[in-house]
């Protein structure tokens, strides 16, 4: 009688494992808190784990409401987490998604160059991993089979907004305020060593003298595509160059000119568009809601869309299709796929034009 009496609660005791065993199984890791909530079975089989290098980042909000409205499309969890641009915690993070086990990773790096620790990590787990936005080195992207980038390319952005400037002389003679013939410019740029600050900067200046104009740099500094750095800067470009110097302000992303365009609206510049003696023409990019509605009202001249809408996307469909083991092509993630590895979303130019199809 003991020994049946045994049998029968090892028998029971077993049943209970094998049922937690089961509910804990349908779902390949806790999620913590997430931003995004799939809602269905097929939600729970899939997590995405996702560092982005710093929450309030404009044109990186678009991107992450992109990624969470296409996992729960695809029927994924997609967990985010704000690495607060410090690499140090971007990497603990990446520990933590990998002890979760989760399915695939989607990073936003602090620091391109130190994408190689990352890489390494999730190539031990043999994880797909999805770079976005800001690109890793070459040598580090070659060096995994299982990784990809989805962004796009700065010098498009920075040739862009520099044909914006030129149109915008090309139109109006009198913004060559001392009509030597030259555009005298100031730049505010974004994170030194930055690959899209380096590249918007140098191809914004080359579309302006391809344009056939000559240019003066008058001032430069780097305002860490932040409004507020970026309304501190140009302040003192008007205290160090004089208003009556300044014909253009070419920004390597909204933020920062909507913070310079707040400056030159502290000094009763670019309050109306009409009065060309008060206004000095600023371009940004990333086409960003504050910037298309100051785009609206005429104190910024023009911007370039760095399309959050298709990065959230894309980076999501090659995360599904990698964890799924499918090749990394257009007919699997629906964007096409250079070298293999590289997912490029075209810059659009937005003017006056056509700002309103954005808004």
């Known amino acids: 009688m003991k020994n049946k009496k045994v049998a029968r609660i090892l028998a029971s005791a077993l049943a209970v494992i094998m049922v937690a065993g089961m509910a804990t199984g349908c779902r390949k890791a806790d999620s913590g808190s997430s931003e995004g909530d799939g809602g269905t079975d097929a939600a729970e089989e899939v997590l995405i784990g996702s560092a982005i290098y710093k929450f309030d980042d404009t044109f ?4 992450r409401d992109s990624m969470t409205t296409q996992a729960k499309e695809d029927g994924a969890e997609l967990e985010l987490v704000d690495s607060q ?8 993070q990446v520990d933590t998604f990998i002890t979760k086990g989760v399915n695939a990773l ?3 790096p602090v620091d391109r160059t130190a994408a190689g620790p990352i890489i390494e990590k999730a ?4 994880l797909p991993i999805v770079f976005l936005n800001r690109e890793p080195e070459a040598e580090d992207m070659n060096s995994y089979d299982k990784v990809w980038y989805v962004g796009a ?8 907004s520099g044909e914006i400037i030129a149109d915008y002389f090309t139109e109006n003679k009198d913004a060559d305020k001392n009509g030597d013939g030259k555009i005298q410019y100031v730049m505010i740029q ?3 060593g930055h690959q899209d600050a380096t590249l918007r900067t140098e191809y914004s200046v080359k579309a302006l003298e391809e344009a056939g104009f000559e240019t003066e740099q008058l001032a ?12 501190d800067l140009m302040k003192a470009f008007i205290t160090g160059q004089g208003l009556d110097k300044i014909e ?3 920004c390597n992303n909204d933020d920062m000119a909507l913070g310079a365009i707040e400056a030159l609206k502290a000094e009763g510049y670019n309050k109306d568009p009409e009065d060309k003696a008060n206004y000095i023409p600023v371009v940004g990019v990333d086409a960003t809601a504050p910037a298309l509605e100051a785009m609206k009202d005429g104190s910024l001249l023009g911007t370039v869309l760095n399309d959050a809408e298709n990065q959230g996307k894309a980076t999501i469909k090659v995360c599904m299709a990698a964890q799924e083991g499918k090749e990394i092509n257009e007919e699997n993630v629906g964007y096409p796929v250079t070298d293999g590895k590289y997912i490029w979303i075209d810059y659009v130019k937005v003017t006056a034009d056509n700002y309103e199809d954005y808004l």
């Open 60 to 63: 990186m909000t678009g991107v």
């Open 85 to 92: 641009n410090k690499q140090a915690t971007q990497n603990e």
């Open 106 to 108: 989607a990073i936003n």
């Open 123 to 126: 190539k031990d787990k043999d």
């Open 153 to 160: 390319k700065a010098e498009q952005s920075g040739t862009l």
């Open 190 to 192: 974004g994170e030194q």
């Open 220 to 231: 430069t500094d780097v305002a860490n595509w932040d409004k507020a750095k970026a309304t």
């Open 248 to 250: 253009a302000v070419l």
